[in-house]
């Protein structure tokens, strides 16, 4: 290996490398990398920028936060209040809705990055990251826009691509036979190119029933699937957000009291979800988040129209055909239009190697909360915890401190 030329900077050396006769680029960072753009790996940079660390991220899209700025509907508001919804460092500004819209965060998203001076590394698709031994750093390498191969060179690597980094596209039989458009949410913008037509929605996560509502709106006609059991919770409670108050409650009884009492407020305000078609599980809502990492269902207005059949609940889906679908109680029904809401899953495993941190089947870390933030030769995970914006700002807070001690010692000034 030859290296022909070296440029220092404020944080990198950038060096050109021959390697068996093939030019690639090679840039030695001196503080931690970080893989992803969003929210968690800003979230990191400005809690490192604070200690004076300083990082760079690596972001595929061409801009940050590229979930929220290309993959999110138009009428999509932060589902907890804004004040559980912060990074780190930098509250929403005063003037701000208890709920931000997608505009909002997006504004403040970009507020951060400018207040923080965080400059991402733009199109840049991380195809591998591997420990080095030999010389005990993380070697990234990236493929550029216009296909060009970087790698990069760190002792700490931040892995901040989320747990919502590809989309879930389940195999239906007679998918390819459906005459209509299939489409995951993710593509979805606006109810309003769905006028009078039948529109199917499988799944019936936030996303999903929000979508329902959004179809409402728009003078749709949706129906949703809805599998398996789940919790729908009225989004606030006495006036206070219902997330809110169950944070409050955890401070002074026991997760399955607080569940009881959930549960029990949850059907004096919004009925027996049952009668609808929309089960709950034996399990509270609490307890079922902490065991499985879903989600319970805040109803921001879907529920209503459930209740006035404006929206059908189906069972899971058999087959498709034409322009039919074959439930699995047997009743058949003629959809225009398909909207997957089925979710997203982490992409760690395809790009992370010889790593033991991430499990290989979901993409998550194998340890979980509050332990998941830290692996071995300065790899750590942040965004991670099934636990939302103010999951990640615990993780940044942490893996900074943790850095910290350790950039102390390589960087004091030696006597």
């Known amino acids: 290996m030859e290296y022909l030329k070296e440029v220092e900077g404020k944080s990198v050396h950038d060096y050109i490398e021959v390697n068996m006769g093939k030019m690639r680029r090679s840039i030695v960072v001196a503080g931690p990398v970080i893989v992803g753009g969003g929210p968690s790996g800003l979230a990191a940079a400005a809690c490192l920028k604070q200690k004076g660390i300083p990082s760079l991220i690596l972001e595929r899209a061409d801009c940050i936060a590229s979930m929220w700025q290309l993959k999110t509907y138009d009428r999509l508001c932060l589902h907890l209040p804004k004040q559980f919804c912060q990074l780190p460092l930098m509250p929403f500004p005063q003037n701000f809705p208890s709920y931000p819209t997608k505009q909002q965060f997006l504004a403040y998203l970009k507020a951060y990055a400018h207040h923080f001076d965080i400059k991402p590394a733009l199109s840049k698709t991380v195809v591998s990251a591997k420990f080095d031994h030999r010389c005990a750093c993380w070697r990234v390498k990236t493929q550029g826009f216009k296909k060009e191969e970087t790698e990069y060179v760190t002792q700490w690597l931040i892995v901040a691509t989320g747990e919502n980094a590809e989309e879930i596209v389940p195999q239906i039989e007679g998918m390819t036979e459906f005459e209509g458009p299939i489409l995951h949410t993710s593509s979805y913008k606006s109810g309003s190119m769905f006028c009078g037509k039948n529109v199917l929605v499988v799944g019936c996560g936030n996303s999903g029933m929000e979508v329902c ?133 982490s992409n760690v495993p395809t790009w992370l190697k010889d790593s033991d941190m991430f499990c290989e089947k979901d993409g998550l870390p194998r340890k979980a909360f509050s332990n998941g933030w830290k692996g071995e030769n300065g790899l750590y995970a942040v965004g991670f915890t099934k636990r939302g914006l103010l999951g990640l700002s615990i993780d940044a807070n942490r893996i900074a401190e943790d850095i910290q001690h350790r950039w102390k010692a390589v960087n004091s000034p030696r006597v």
């Open 213 to 345: 509502l959004d179809l409402c709106n728009h003078n749709a006609r949706p129906s949703l699937v809805v599998r398996d059991t789940v919790h729908i919770l009225p989004q606030q409670m006495f006036g206070k957000s219902t997330f809110g108050l169950s944070m409050s409650l955890l401070k002074w009884f026991p997760i399955r009291i607080v569940d009881k009492f959930l549960l029990l407020m949850s059907h004096l305000i919004l009925g027996d979800t049952a009668q609808f078609g929309l089960n709950r599980p034996k399990i509270g809502p609490l307890e079922f988040k902490n065991l499985y990492g879903k989600t319970p269902v805040l109803d921001v207005g879907t529920l209503a129209h459930i209740k006035g059949g404006k929206i059908k609940v189906c069972r899971g889906i058999k087959q498709l055909a034409k322009h039919k679908v074959e439930f699995v109680d047997g009743k058949t029904e003629n959809f225009d239009v398909i909207i997957l809401a089925t979710g997203y899953k």
